[in-house]
Every structure is written in structure tokens, then in C-alpha cells.
């Protein structure tokens, strides 16, 4: 809270400044494998779902050998800073407010899979994608309220 009347009446009442902040970082990854011998046909599939081999045959003595790796990592923060006044008239109580806000997000992930047919040459899928972006702005709002009765408001 500023003190009253520090920036003056046309600022209204109750002037304050607010600030906030956030910070997240997570990351997760997943890993799996698994022999097959009996499957007829099989593929690795690839992150829009198609085969990423011609079908290999894992049976009649064949032995196929799958392994799967994921990773995510997920990053964002963000600062704000916002100016409140409070304007009364009656029973009611406007509150325009003004933001300004800066933030930054980022999320990479990797994935790889392999394929072996154990006597032949392995395949190898492998994809990486990252994403960051900017936000940056400022905000305009209101908040109205209205008395009515001495322990009741309605915001």
C-alpha cells in the first residue's frame, strides 16, 4: 500500500502495487525394451505412426530386440508488476487496474528407439524437437464491488 494521498485524489484511494513471480522446471524420462520371438511381423513406429522399417519377420528362429528412450524437459518462468487504486462512490468500489507482464517458456524432448534383428543390422529412430517462446505485455482491468450491508460485499 502507498501511503494515502500520495499520488493524489484523481489517483483514487488505497493506491497499491503488487508484484508476483513464478519459476517451473520439470523434467521426466521413460525408458523401455523387450525381446520378441514369436511375433509374425513388426515394426518400430514413429512419432506420426507410421513403420519405420518394412515389416521384419521376429519368428522361425529369428530374435528381435527393441529399445525406447524418452525425455522431456519443461522450463517457464514469468514477472509482473501491477498498480491498483480504488475509486468509491455510494456503495460501490471500482478498482481499475494496470499490468505488465515478461515470462519465458521452453520444452524440449528427445526421443530414439532401436531395432535390432539379432543377426542383422540394427535401425536407429531418433527425433529431438524444442520450443521457447517469449511473453511479454500489459493489461488493462477493472473490479467492482458493492455493499450491501456493513459485513457484505458482492464482488
Known amino acids: ?24 522446471h520439470a523434467t521426466s524420462s521413460l525408458s523401455t525394451g523387450g525381446t520378441f520371438t514369436t511375433q509374425t511381423m513388426t515394426s518400430p513406429a514413429l512419432l506420426n505412426g507410421t513403420g519405420a522399417l518394412s515389416q521384419i519377420n521376429c519368428s522361425g528362429g529369428f530374435v528381435c530386440v527393441t529399445n525406447s528412450q524418452l525425455a522431456t524437459d519443461f522450463a517457464a518462468w514469468q514477472f509482473n508488476g501491477k498498480l491498483v487504486s480504488d475509486f468509491k462512490a455510494g456503495v460501490w468500489t471500482l ?30 529412430y531418433f527425433v ?8 511479454w505485455g500489459a493489461q488493462l482491468g477493472i473490479d467492482a464491488k458493492v455493499d450491501i450491508a456493513p459485513r457484505l460485499t458482492l464482488d
Open 95 to 124: 478498482s481499475p487496474s494496470f499490468t505488465a507482464f515478461v515470462g519465458q517458456d521452453k520444452v524440449a524432448q528427445t526421443f530414439s528407439q532401436t531395432f535390432l534383428q539379432v543377426g542383422g543390422l540394427p535401425a536407429t
Open 128 to 135: 529431438s524437437s524444442s520450443l521457447h517462446w517469449t511473453d
Open 1 to 24: 500500500m502507498l501511503p494515502h494521498g500520495a499520488l493524489g485524489a484523481a489517483f483514487g484511494s488505497n493506491a497499491r502495487v503488487e508484484v508476483g513471480g513464478s519459476y517451473v
